[in-house]
């Protein structure tokens, strides 16, 4: 099983960046999936997370108080990916956008099964 994160890159204060979390080998709408990051120094934090295609809640997503009204997390199932969105990207949002798919929405690293490596967001002027 690998996901695979991708669409980080350098960005001003203020930019956007999209993100992409593709998978292989398992089937991303039957998982809850989370964004995490970690800062260097800082411990992993989770920023997002979307329900399952088959929740009964499907598709629904949470956000870190942090984020709410500039990230955007969505889904392409034809695709088997999960995107994040991200807008109005401040210095404090650089870090390593991990994913990860597991049976509950939550940002507890722990309860997640499977992660990808982490894509690198640099927000700097």
């Known amino acids: 099983v690998q996901l695979q994160a991708s669409g980080g890159g350098v960005v001003q204060p203020g930019g956007s960046l999209r993100l992409s979390c593709a998978a292989s080998?398992?089937?991303?709408?039957?998982?809850?999936i989370a964004w995490f990051r970690q800062a260097p120094g800082k411990e992993r934090e989770g920023v997002s997370c979307i329900r399952s295609s088959v929740d009964d809640s499907g598709d629904s997503a949470t956000y870190a108080d942090s984020v709410k009204g500039r990230f955007t997390i969505s889904r392409d199932n034809a695709k088997n990916t999960v995107y994040l969105q991200m807008s109005g990207l401040k210095v404090e949002d650089s870090a390593l956008y991990y994913c990860a798919a597991g049976p509950i929405c939550e940002f507890t690293p722990g309860t997640y099964h499977y992660w990808g490596l982490g894509t690198l967001v640099t927000v700097s002027s």
């Open positions: 080998r398992i089937t991303l709408p039957y998982y809850h």
